[in-house]
């Protein structure tokens, strides 16, 4: 292990001992292990140095300029495969929090900026907590988020701290606390306002030095007491808690179960044995299965966001005025999540009324913001304030790119594209958020058609994490890094994907809805099928996802994917007699569950006899084979999106899916999943489903390929280390 000079301890001539971390090899501070020895020892400096009467008051600080300590290594975490070598570890980190929390001298972190995980429990092994005012200062205990629990120390002090009310909110939920929560909840012993912040924290640090009571915090209203710290009303807090975790996870997600239980047990008992038992079950969470995917997304999302696709000179051009054609549904919310990110918008139309409708989804959707406590209405109002629109081309000429959202006909985006190349400057990047089309077949018009690529957003647009950019056979890489430089400054994923029908996330649906559809056919019931799915972990079953997209849309989408794709993709007959009952799904309010005001009310019945002639009577078909069926389906057509070089990499598929339909986590992803079951073993099942069901179960070579070489996705689609 390399030594690392992070922290370090000094004592000023005020006798304020400062242990700072700031890790001069990363942008943020990390407690790596090497940052946890050195950390050791700093405290061990502070402890002789209050003992000798040089330092009278600890500080613990940042040396970063925007943050604080940003957690545990999640590599670390990501390697450990042995419970009792991770227990070892967690006790040595407990250890040195302890040392902290019993300094003869009063302790104070002093927070600004980021404060991860790790970094809160440094904290909370303090006595005092100072935070800035800063809006980038925020608190957070992620680890649930990450399949474990905060081990040095944080499911242990934190409701003692602020009650196990509060404790759990943050514990549950992984949910960022700003520094006025943090203040109101018992958290945050002072906020200082930022630009006043060092100073101030010295001031509060030598007054609690000679009089350490000066910071004690407010009582807890009595209602909260009498549920936070009575047996009773222990048991009732956490009874309702365990409710929603099982009800918002299904039960797939261990971790905040653990929580519950180490809470439920701990409460009563002293520092010490709670800090055993959270160890022990951390350790055992840690090499849990659900937890190494959890981990694995999240690097598969650290890594998307930091990679730099511009390898050459030029970096990405920043975004600062985007243009937006089509004011509709995805246009209005395209202008709506630029506005929020703080790009200026100017969204073109062919109709006044649709440049208001635009707008006025923008507008509704910062309102729903404003209610929900997320944003004021000063701050909504100035996000609209960066909203125009209008029906001419010359508002689009300072943009930098210009995001197409009109119909979905190819002739006329070729001559609205061609036309707004004549307004914009040579330099402009204009995107298609196309969902079927060739975004290469599009460029065909263009006079810049190496400035043009796709970028695909998913309905609603402000929820949707993925978008797709997808390159065109003359895009340029350029284009590409600015369009993916973009969808990370709006907040979403990227993933980079080849231009071919369906991109990615829709054509590996494709099958899956379908099979939905076949399901029925064979005489499975709606209830069934959608339980199922869910049971797996699907955010929702497929008959319910197709009323969500819209029967009107899936069945286009279903169409063009089997006119580019083949017979695999031919359309079950359900489907298709779908179409003649006039259903559109949820905007239609009725689907194949009914939906009022845009809830969903239940099963719609009456759709078994409209379907009559395409469906048998009901039968029962064994839950394994119908998970079977949905899953494989999806894994096939993902094995030849691979095969045809959509994506290169198998966590491509897997970032994509789950960013895109929410795909389940704690599976890891579509091809990780694949990979549980064996080259082998899923060549079988693939073949099995083919005897059982027909040729749209053909193996892909893909799957022939790896069964022969017994290589999983993830050997053979490494991602290329650039
Ligand atoms: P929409 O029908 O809600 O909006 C289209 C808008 O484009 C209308 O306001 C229309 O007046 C305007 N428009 C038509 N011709 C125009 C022109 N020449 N110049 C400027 N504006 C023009 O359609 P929606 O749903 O927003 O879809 C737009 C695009 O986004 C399509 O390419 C669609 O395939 C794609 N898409 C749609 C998704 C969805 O779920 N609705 C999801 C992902 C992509």
Redo the contacts with the bound molecule.
Sequence with gaps: MKRTGSPTFHVDPDGVGWIIFSDPDRSLNVLTEAVMLRFGETVDEARAAAREGRAKVVVIQSGKPDSFIAGADVEAIASVEDPGEAETKIRLGQGIYNEVGTLAVPTVAAIHGLCVGGGVEVALACDYRVVSDAKGTTLNLPEVQLGILPAWGGTTRLPRLIGLQAALDMLLTGRRVDARKAKRIGLASRVFPAELFEQKTREFALAIASDPTLGTPKKRKLLTRALDDTGIGRRIVLRAARKKVMATTGGHYPAPLRILDVLAENLGRTVEESLAAEARAAAELVVSPVCKNLVHVFQMREAARKRRLDEGDDPPRAVAVLGV???????GGIGQLAAYNDVRVYM????HD?VS??LQHARSLFDSAVRRRKMSRREADQHMEKIAGGIDFHGLSAADVVVE????KVG??QA?LRETEGYVRDDCVLA?????LSVSEVAEALERPDRFCGM????PVHRMPLVEVIRGARTSDDTIATVYGLALRLGKVPVVVGDGPGFLVNRILGPYLNEAGFLLGDGATIAEIDRVAKEFGMPMGPLRLIDE??ID?SRHAGASLHAALGSRLAPSPVLLALGGTGRLGRKGGSGFYTYENGREKGIDETIYAALGSVLPPPREIAAAEIRDRLIIAMINEAARVLEDGIVAAAEDVDLAMIMGTGFPPFRGGLLRFADTLHPRGLLDSVRALRDACGDRYTPAPVIERLAAADQGFYEAFPRAVA
């Design positions: 054609l089509g004011a509709g549904v995805m246009g073109k139309d062919i109709r649709a409708g635009g959202a009109i119909v979905e006329v985006k609205v298609t958020n196309t969902s079927s695909h957003f998913f309905n997209v819209g849309i």
